[in-house]
């Protein structure tokens, strides 16, 4: 009789490495939904998501090292991900923008809160949300889809992206304001 | 408190609509990709171990030594080279102490201090009988080659020889003086043909010495005695 897979991540790829398919089976479920959509979010193709999606889990399959005690297996499978659509980047000579300087300074002015009934009112359509993340800098929608679909904490955040902690911190900070906006603003038009 | 919690409660709001709203997930193609891949693995890994366990001590060595993904075999190979420099070492020592037990100890090499004043006390007879000494000389040098084994060694038999030196003279001195002095007993007893052979005798083993003459000087020393 199989053990109840509630173990946490280190335990089920212990027990995946010792030959239990059904450990790495409840690790897939329990983070193919996130990491796919923080890919997707990432670089907003498809094709491409699947890709590295694919590529991230089968380097893990292949894999025969244990996760480092110090590391989180989510944090190690979200940089593995991160790091290989970075390769695929590179590989296909796309530049990457560095749009901090202009998106931090723009952002750092006083955000109007919107009250409650714009935030209820937040756009539900997928396209719009993918729309509105589609027009946050990267590095700021780097850190909001680790926050939003990794749930990692900011400290994790920072390890996994090599970033200080304070800048982690104000790039989801901004991210989060500029969603606001937008999305209550197409509310609002709508 | 209220104004640091709202930015809070925000955020979770937003990251919560987001999570519940996202779109896009992985198509149940590559789902069923990614765990057959996964489940040949594991299936893979059950095999290697059920082999391992029914392996002999041949394949579990190897296994040990390369299947790991370590670079155990590194380890192995010097840990070898450890014990083969042991080994060695031990070996060359054994090799080496018979030699040293047998040679001459410093003590002895040093000790012809000592007998120095006999040998320079019986100078004068030395020089007297050094000519019958000859053949003696000749056997001792020889019995002192035998003695040394190794040139390194040359040195010790060396010193040992000066110091048995004294003793080595004591001894042939006292054989032709012993048939010197039975032969003036012979004479003075008036057998002639018994002395006369052992006078030949004399001649014979002792080609240079002057025999009449060691006759004369022992007869003048023999009253005294």
Not at chain 1, 20 to 40: E, I, M, S, T, V
Not at chain 1, 150 to 173: M, Q
Not at chain 2, 67 to 88: E, K, N, P, T
Not at chain 2, 130 to 155: H, K, L
Request: net charge negative; charged share 25%; hydrophobic share 40%.
């Amino acid at each position: 009789m199989n053990a109840p897979l509630t173990d946490d991540d280190a335990a089920l790829l212990r027990r995946y490495r010792r030959g239990d398919a059904a450990a790495f089976n409840a690790l897939y479920q329990r983070h193919r939904l996130g990491l796919f959509r923080f890919l997707l979010g990432l670089c907003g193709d498809h094709a491409l998501a699947e890709e590295v999606f694919q590529e991230t889990w089968m380097s893990l399959v292949r894999s025969q090292s244990e996760q480092r005690e110090a590391v989180l297996f989510k944090t190690w499978l979200y940089q593995i991900a991160r790091n290989r659509l970075i390769d695929h980047w590179r590989k296909t000579g796309r530049h990457q923008a560095g749009h901090d300087e202009y998106d931090e300074g723009q952002h750092a002015q006083a955000d109007p809160q919107p009250g409650p009934e714009q935030q209820w009112g937040l756009s539900r359509d997928s396209e719009r949300l993918q729309a509105a993340l589609a027009d946050l800098p990267e590095d700021q929608r780097e850190v909001f889809l680790l926050r939003a679909h990794g749930d990692l904490e900011l400290n994790e955040i920072a390890e996994l992206t090599r970033t200080p902690a304070e800048t982690v911190k104000s790039r989801l900070r901004y991210a989060l304001q500029k969603l606001r906006r937008l999305l209550a603003t197409e509310e609002l038009s709508a | 408190m209220k104004d640091q919690r709202e930015p809070l409660d925000h955020e979770q709001a937003l990251l919560a609509h987001f999570r519940a709203h996202g779109s896009g997930e992985p198509s149940a193609e590559l789902d069923a990709r990614i765990l057959a891949a996964a489940s040949a693995t594991a299936r893979e890994t059950q095999q290697a171990q059920i082999d391992s366990d029914n392996a002999g001590w041949a394949q579990r060595l190897h296994q040990w030594l390369f299947g790991s993904g370590r670079q155990r075999w590194s380890v192995a190979v010097a840990g070898l080279a450890c014990v083969g420099i042991g080994v060695s070492l031990t070996w060359r020592t054994l090799e080496q102490t018979p030699e040293a037990f047998d040679a001459v100890p410093p003590s002895v090499a040093m000790s012809p201090a000592a007998p120095a004043p006999i040998a320079a006390k019986r100078a004068p007879e030395q020089e007297a009988i050094a000519p019958m000494a000859a053949p003696q000389e000749r056997m001792r040098s020889q019995a002192m080659a035998r003695q040394a084994p190794s040139a390194d060694m040359a040195e010790a038999p060396m010193a040992s020889s000066a110091a048995l030196a004294p003793m080595a003279e004591l001894v042939i001195q006292s054989e032709p003086r012993e048939a010197l002095l039975r032969l003036l007993e012979l004479r003075k007893a008036g057998e002639q043909e018994e002395a006369q052979r052992l006078l030949e005798q004399l001649k014979a083993d002792y080609p240079h010495l002057d025999i009449e003459a060691e006759l004369a000087h022992l007869a003048t020393e023999s009253p005294s005695e």
